[in-house]
DNA sequence: GCCC
DNA sequence: CAGTACG
DNA sequence: GGGCCGATACTG
């Protein structure tokens, strides 16, 4: 859910829709093209993003901190509403003066407008404003912020007395991820320019290709789709020979532990090596930006070449295109997720009958086809 | 929260 | 299992 | 009034 952080925190400067280059696109088509895509994605020059209109910033900025609030307090639902409406005002080119001029816009409903309302006569919205001078709230959206810390467990520890980030520091029940989560707090927060996620993600390339040679490596999430910010790094890898990413994960979190790239680990798990399976092995951790400290989150996925496109089209995203996609598929009879597209065969017992393979395609342009969705270039995901 |  | 995280 | 992503994948 960084994509909120990016809309709400920061200044999610969006690529052009045109001019990003298409070659940097590491769609593959064939095992011979896969070579040579094997290379920086996304690299548009800064010439190629722009600023969005950005006129009703009133608006925006106040939508952002309520989804904030309610997804810290656990309503999702209602925080994604927020969501989806704050694109829809951004892209508007000119400044709202009035409630009938957004009355028809999608994802803008009753509460919407009063909202909208009560902020362009006003200039503020006071259910805002009580939630902003609440202690619980205050407390529990916080905490949230905390790596391993939801809802749940943020309310768990306001209930129990703390009030500060300090005060979780003396919290006995604190797990490893969210010690290092509160540890690296500020430095989780702080934003990775893209050009310094460009660097890393060659020197990931240049490690890989060192371990396993041929190896396809895809930095994805918010740097594919061209924003000039990123919160975190999501690098996917697979091996055209679709067998050898099997063990690869392993080598290469010690390979990069040994540099000093990788410096704490919260999630790593490893299936591929287990049977004639098509398992997706797993890191999530801690990383820094070469010969400095600072922390930055970093995911790294190893995929069957197999499954490849699901995985990389699940973790370039965004999750509104992810969610719009898995709707889509279910509604033709398939469940889709980042391990491949399945029929949906719900057996009569209510259960799903697991075991089946995933339909098999090579390039997300086919996934996207193959579901009758409009084939988007990465830097059109950001929905 | 929005939408059907 | 509940909780959390990922896009 | 009910759905809103996931055969998610992981931790404890």
Known sequence: MNDNKDRVDSRDTKSASSLASRSSSPEVTSPDAIDSLNKPVGTSDSSSLYKPPDLNRNITQIFGKLLNIYRALGDD???????????????????????????????????MQDHIQEIVTTGKLSKLEHFEKDEKVKTISLF????????????KFYEKGHRTLDDLRNEESLTHSQRLGLKYFDDIQTRIPRHEVEEMERLLQEVGE???PGVIVVCGGSYRRGKASCGDMDIVFTHPDRKSHKGFLPKLVKRLKDMEFLREDLVFSVHSTEGTDSG????????????????????????PRDIYAFGLIAWTGNDVLNRRLRLLAESKGFLLDDTGLYPATHSSG????????????ETEKQVFEFLGFPPLEPHERNL
């Open 77 to 111: 639902r209602r925080s994604f509403s927020y969501y989806k409406a704050i694109p829809v005002i951004e892209k508007l080119p000119f400044k709202i003066e009035s409630v009938d001029q957004v009355k028809h816009l999608p994802s803008i409903g009753k509460s």
């Open 144 to 155: 949230g912020e905390v790596w391993g810390i939801g809802p749940a467990t943020a309310l």
């Open 280 to 303: 997706v092995d797993t890191y999530f951790g801690l990383c820094t930006y070469p010969g400095r400290e600072l922390r930055h989150r970093i995911d790294l996925k190893v995929y």
């Open 210 to 212: 060192e371990i396993l």
């Open 350 to 361: 209510g259960k799903r009958t697991k075991g089946s393979a995933s339909l098999k395609f």
